[in-house]
């Protein structure tokens, strides 16, 4: 995985809970939500989120390693002054 787009759609789904509020929050649908979920879980080969019988999606420890690592990430660019880097 190495898409930023990636990341975004993990730590929606964290922080929504459902494919439906995960796709809310991105402006999108809940079909893209999982299938980038879906893509990224093949990809690694781990298990991201497991579902309830109420389709409320809960994060694997696996998901909440990358979840806190793009956390930080996006941490990281809100915290850039992008007018301080273009006067370099």
Avoid at 14 to 34: F, I, P, R
Avoid at 45 to 52: C, D
């Amino acid at each position: 995985m190495r898409d930023w787009n990636d990341f975004q759609y993990i730590l929606a789904l964290e922080e929504g809970g459902t494919m439906k509020h995960a796709a809310d929050l991105l402006g999108t649908n809940a079909t893209t939500v999982s299938r980038h979920i879906k893509r990224v879980s093949e990809e690694l080969g781990v298990m991201l989120f497991s579902v309830n019988k109420g389709g409320d999606w809960k994060i694997t420890p696996e998901g909440q390693k990358l979840a806190d690592e793009a956390r930080k990430f996006r941490s990281s660019l809100e915290l850039m002054d992008f007018e301080e880097l273009n006067q370099k």
